[in-house]
């Protein structure tokens, strides 16, 4: 009955390791990202205060795209508060490759559309950026013969590349205001 001994030692040492590492972990405080109420009952829940972002106003329509998808994801649809503590001021670049030519026609096959996003994130009552950050999206498309349908696919890939950008530069946001003292 050796082995029952080593079997029993094993079983003790985890035993150790996994209460010592509960009594460790016992006094971390967990809180939910998205939380309704802030941690320990002060100050704004992020909720509220990704609220209280204002987005600028960006030229062109992909920049209008990535602009009212931001206001959305930031408020949940309440609209672009006016007068708010913290303002966001975007600059887009947008491009595309044609990477795959067909041979035959001499027409694309395949693009991708590239759309780089810089950001900064300017606290207006201490008049001073607070977040400066760069966002990027990569979104594919297949080409095809029509000529509409292309053009109707690029538009659908500039939508897409907008809301992946949006929702990138939204959950950079929730950082800094979970993690700013």
Known sequence: MWWLNRVNAHFALRLVAACSLAATLGGCIFQPMYAQTPLFGTGPSLRDALRDVEVAEIRGRVG??????????????GGNPVGAPYRLSL????????????????RPQASTVFFDVTYKLQDISKDRIVLTEKAIARVSIDASQQRFANVR???????????VVAEQIRSRIAAFFLTRT
Not at 64 to 77: A, C, K, P, S, Y
Not at 91 to 106: K, M, N, R
Request: glycine share 8%; no cysteine; proline share 2%.
């Open 91 to 106: 600059v887009a670049d947008l491009s595309s490759a044609t990477p795959i030519i067909d041979a035959a026609s001499g």
């Open 64 to 77: 209008n795209e990535i602009r009212n998808d931001l206001i959305f994801e930031l408020t949940g649809g």
């Open 153 to 163: 696919a690029i538009r659908d890939a500039e939508n897409r590349a907008a809301k």
